[in-house]
């Protein structure tokens, strides 16, 4: 049977202690290792004055990173717990902006992304009529390469993905969606 420790046992340990624990399931050592390391993704992430992502979307990133730490900490690399996962949350951090980042303006969803069901008719209808507008403008504006790579960047498709998808280098998929976004910018 396995051993169980009490919080108190447990705010006794070492961050090392508490990380080989965790690697063995105990789900106590794992939530003492969030609170320890809590406060170094808030800094790292209180780092980014105005990145596409939030910061706690970015806290959350920092969250996954001290995820990845417990489970590849290894005592016998002489390092220290503390270390290691801040190095592992600040990567993940920084990996999560920038890719935020490459993607560019980021899409978010909100309230007006969706019909408005308390809307009149004539509102839903100029709505309606805007998107129409745009799907025009879309097939008179854009050439048939642009149509397709802003057809997988919408779906997700990271700049490499888009280049090996469409057989061309991820510069010409950059200077596309640079191009993309001033025709948009001219549409608004």
Known sequence: ???????????????ES???????????AF??????????????ASGYD???????????????GLISA??????DKNASFKTYAGVCIKNRIASAARKS???GDNLSLNDEDFPDFDSNPADLLIKR??????????DEEFSDFEKEIIRLYLAGCSYKEIAQALSTRTKAVDNALQR???KLKGFA
């Open 1 to 15: 049977m396995a051993k169980s420790y009490t919080s108190e046992e447990l705010s006794q340990m070492t961050n």
């Open 129 to 138: 009529e805007k998107n129409q507008n745009l799907g025009r403008f879309i």
């Open 31 to 44: 939530d003492l290792l969030v609170a320890r390391m809590l406060p170094v993704a808030l800094s790292c």
């Open 180 to 182: 993309i976004r001033r």
């Open 70 to 75: 417990v489970r590849t900490y290894s005592a």
């Open 50 to 64: 105005n990145p596409p992502l939030c910061r706690e979307d970015l806290v959350q990133e920092g969250m996954f």
């Open 101 to 103: 980042t490459q993607c």
């Open 18 to 28: 508490l990380a080989l624990l965790s690697q063995e399931g105990f789900d106590g």
